[in-house]
T-cell receptor, first 116, second 113 residues
Framework: DTGVSQDPRHKITKRGQNVTFRCDPI?????LYWYRQTLGQGPEFLTY????????KSRLLSDRFSAERPKGSFSTLEIQRTEQGDSAMYLC??????????????FGQGTRLTVV | AQSVAQPEDQVNVAEGNPLTVKCTYS??????LFWYVQYPNRGLQFLLK??????LVKGSYGFEAEFNKSQTSFHLKKPSALVSDSALYFC???????????FGAGTTVTVRA
């Protein structure tokens, strides 16, 4: 499978625990994005990487959230001290930026987080 | 700022009938427009995009969309709907100078046999 891969697909955690999600983008893609989707809503932008550099973080991304993309390959999204409001689908996407434009974003299947 | 509106939460059609899912957008610059489809507990699957050129763009699974600059719309269409088209559809926009997408709230399409 050469698409965007996310792990785990589902995560149930107790409030206050830390969780980490992983995203493996399409191998040649230099841009990577994290979005969050809550029930009945469209995805909302969280953060963006160009290669290994994190270039933008949404105001939705509180201090409890951190994302990394070491070596410009896979990415991790960590949520510390989870709260019930963090329950959502976390989507990862990637695209390839050339000098003249960018491909569309390709999404992974998401990680569904439930905080109990 | 950029935003998308999908005015219909649900669209119900009979199999074989035409399907239209509406989308209007707002951007400060030139719009790049996208349609994605989402099946239950799955990620988003790309259907089609408008970047420049012909206002009518064709995509996967027989879907097409028409870009209308004066009405700031990008409606998704399919001439003959299938039961398997039942899913959640999202319209998205980004400014040509930006990289992040802004999504609408989604439209649930139900195609009855």
């Amino acid at each position: 499978d050469t698409g965007v891969s996310q792990d785990p697909r589902h995560k149930i955690t107790k409030r206050g625990q830390n969780v980490t999600f992983r995203c493996d983008p399409i191998s040649e893609h230099n841009r990577l994005y994290w979005y969050r989707q809550t029930l009945g809503q469209g995805p909302e932008f969280l953060t963006y990487f160009q290669n290994e550099a994190q270039l933008e973080k949404s105001r939705l991304l509180s201090d409890r959230f951190s994302a990394e993309r070491p070596k410009g390959s896979f990415s991790t999204l960590e949520i510390q001290r989870t709260e019930q409001g963090d329950s959502a689908m976390y989507l990862c996407a990637s695209s390839f930026q050339t000098g003249t434009g960018s491909t569309e974003a390709f999404f992974g299947q998401g990680t569904r987080l439930t905080v109990v | 700022a950029q935003s998308v509106a999908q005015p219909e939460d649900q669209v119900n059609v009979a199999e074989g009938n035409p399907l239209t899912v509406k989308c209007t957008y707002s951007v400060s610059g030139n719009p790049y427009l996208f349609w994605y489809v989402q099946y239950p507990n799955r990620g988003l699957q790309f259907l089609l995009k408008y970047i420049t050129g012909d206002n009518l763009v064709k995509g996967s699974y027989g879907f097409e969309a028409e870009f209308n600059k004066s009405q700031t719309s990008f409606h998704l269409k399919k001439p003959s709907a299938l039961v398997s088209d039942s899913a959640l559809y999202f319209c998205a926009v980004r400014d040509s100078g930006d990289y992040k997408l802004s999504f609408g709230a989604g439209t649930t399409v139900t195609v009855r046999a």
